[in-house]
């Protein structure tokens, strides 16, 4: 026969098995459970962040959208490609609607300052200065002066000089002008 304490023994035994098991075999198996549980919560708050973040993105976007006309009024103020043939053609165009004569520019160097060895860094204003020679009335200048300021381009005088051109025009002068213009570097 059998003693009556052999059965509880038994599963006394087992019950310690079971719980050294659990802890030997299950317990690391729990551990690497909460541990990618909690990298999964952590990825999940991450991605909502950014989600958020590209819906802010979006509402920015739409309000930019709204500006567009003042935008392209700054761009076309400060260029990121700035051309110096279309200055020219400005000015050649606004000296000729203005009754005077663009004689000679010097805005070939403007090619130089743009793409020559000086190179600026991105997010800068860059500065390029130019010269021309106009010949025309007194009333005429200061039609072209005020065609320069209405343009939408940022064209500055830094100097005027002028002087009386042929005696027997007493009307006609030579006006020497120094400009510079902005663009925007990338």
Request: aromatic share 12%; proline share 3%; net charge neutral.
């Amino acid at each position: 026969m059998m003693p009556k304490y052999i059965p509880i023994i038994v599963v006394i035994l087992l019950l310690f098995v079971a719980a050294a098991g659990g802890y030997f075999f299950w317990w690391p198996k729990y551990q690497e459970f909460s541990l990618k549980k909690q990298e999964l919560e952590t990825k999940d708050e991450e991605i909502k962040k950014k989600e958020e973040y590209l819906a802010g993105l979006e509402n920015i976007l739409e309000r930019l959208k709204s500006f567009e006309d003042e935008i392209s009024k700054i761009e076309t103020a400060l260029p990121i490609h700035p051309s110096p043939a279309a200055l020219f053609n400005f000015l050649h165009k606004a000296s000729l609607e203005n009754g005077l004569i663009l004689e000679d520019t010097n805005i070939g160097q403007l090619y130089n300052q743009l793409y020559g060895l000086k190179k600026t860094e991105s997010g800068e204003i860059q500065r390029m200065s130019f010269s021309a020679s106009l010949t025309g009335s007194y009333s005429s200048f200061k039609n072209f002066l005020s065609a320069l300021y209405r343009n939408s381009r940022l064209i500055e005088i830094k100097s005027i000089s002028f002087s009386s051109s042929a005696q027997e025009k007493k009307d006609l002068f030579s006006f020497k002008l120094e400009l510079q213009t902005h663009s925007y570097a990338r």
